[in-house]
């Protein structure tokens, strides 16, 4: 497909404009599906888009990897240009996609690098291996992963467990061990959030955060991580949505041309794409107008807009700032030029890809025992235990309390036949669903928990990576009253886990993945229901 890759030089300015714009859309294949109306437009506008505005990329969340095999190839098909597909897979393909491998976070594999580094590293390795082959299996050609931020803040609300851990080391070595992993397949891979969102309180898809280090301190922490992620080979950095005042007082790193081209390009050597995060984001979005925020972008340097709130908004500005004289012809053709060359990198798929036997091989990528033992083996080896294990039989007739963020936003890793309920529903415990909102309106001393689990970790948008006050509250009024509870369990964010372990010498385990296959490492571990599978390096080459 390579050859339907017309020469770039031949396009118009608005053509090579529209090039450099991503937007979002549903990986669901039908308009009654789509959940984001405001980012996700209907069938009819994003073919217009495709069609009319010449956009570059989509960007896609929602739906199965099956149906989003189709869905992908049906987006291609709209566009005379052959897309970049992009999706925020850093947990995998199955993280956002039903059917593949979910992965657990990547804080787990800086979990497991404290303590056997090179082990760390064959998982990181072929964590990279399987989400790429599997992204390529449902049409995603381009990572954007992996996080590259350095987590030394535990009240950070955003990044959190999609960190590979809180020092430069581990971060790097971490992130090019899951780029190489990744590049055996032509697909792109992304380092995020240029120059580091890890130390922060806030969230910059709500505020705009500073990041109020000395250039030196950047230097030593926030950076490494993506100098080792360029040396690996990285095909593109996402900006981050900060103020930095010893670089850039007056504009977030996103707009900001003494970081992106001053530090990124010029200082760090990085040649590939600098893609912006969200522009829909607060962090940017509240910053000045949409059309204002687009030229910004490219001004600083940026490659790649994603998700403007309007493309056809923000192609007019950018054209507009072009013929004015604002912008220079060859400041956009530097960026279609390295367009070009990642879409020459990802686009080698044969014509039959478009027929239902390549795409039911294509799907044999998936579920792939490989796979599915890294997974295993990366919850395995970083769940951590406390107390007496295991629980003895838990009395029948006893209450499994599962406290989650959202009760409305956990169907993806939790309903009644996953391992958290089903598990000790089978020994007896009744089980009930709370959150954060709900929980404060049970009386603990009245309850009869034989199990807590704690589903808590940080989200985008969510605003915090913790417990609520009033849950924090409440959970210590149910560690010192309520004698039935003889096990607790938490998935998620280790700093929740600190806090509430060092207050209990009941038996508890900690997993840091909170999708099923985590669920019945932890459940299993916790009431000795089996032995942990054994790990060999040589499965993994």
Known sequence: MADLLPNWTDLSLKEKIGQTIVVRASGYLFDRQIRYPTWEPPAT???????????????????????????????????KIPLLIAADIEEGVGHRFAGATWFPPPMALGEIAAKNPSLARECAVQMGVVTASEALAVGINWILAPVVDVNNNPDNPVINVRSFGDTPEVVGNLAAAFISGADRYPVLTTAKHFPGHGDTAEDSH???????????????????????????????????????????????????????????????????????????????????????I????VEAGADILLMPQDPEV??????????????SDERINASVERIWKAKQKVFQFPEESKTINYALQSLSQLDRAIAIQTADVISQKSMKIGGCLPIESPPSGGKNLILVDEALNCSDFLAWH????????KLGCETQLVDAKTLTLLNPEELSITLLQIFI???????????????????????????????????GSPYVQEWLTEKITLPWVFSYGQMPAAQKSACELLFGLSSQIEIRSENFL
């Open 294 to 297: 687009a030229v910004m972008a």
């Open 45 to 79: 506008k994003l073919k217009y888009w495709l069609q009319e505005l010449n956009l570059g990329g989509v960007i896609v969340l929602g739906g199965s990897a099956p149906e989003l095999l189709f869905r992908t190839q049906q987006l291609q098909s709209w566009s």
């Open 457 to 491: 970790r940080g989200n985008p948008f969510r605003g915090s990576a913790s417990l609520t006050p009033a849950a924090k509250n409440w959970l210590e009024l149910l560690l010192k009253k309520n004698s039935s509870l003889c096990g607790l369990a938490i998935y």
């Open 314 to 327: 923000a192609i007019g500005a950018i054209e507009g700032a072009v013929r004015s004289g604002r912008l």
């Open 418 to 425: 996953t391992p958290a309920v089903a598990i000790p529903e």
């Open 206 to 292: 709500i505020l705009l955060p500073v990041l109020s280090h000395s250039a030196s301190r950047l230097a030593e922490v926030e950076l490494p991580p993506f100098e080792k992620a360029i040396a690996a080979g990285v095909d593109s950095v996402m900006s981050a949505h900060l103020i930095i005042p010893d670089w850039d007082g007056d504009r977030p790193a996103t707009i900001s041309k003494p970081i992106l081209t001053g530090k990124l390009r010029e200082q760090l050597g990085f040649s590939g794409l600098i893609v912006t995060d969200a522009l829909i984001m607060a962090g940017a979005a509240k910053y000045a107008t949409p059309e204002e």
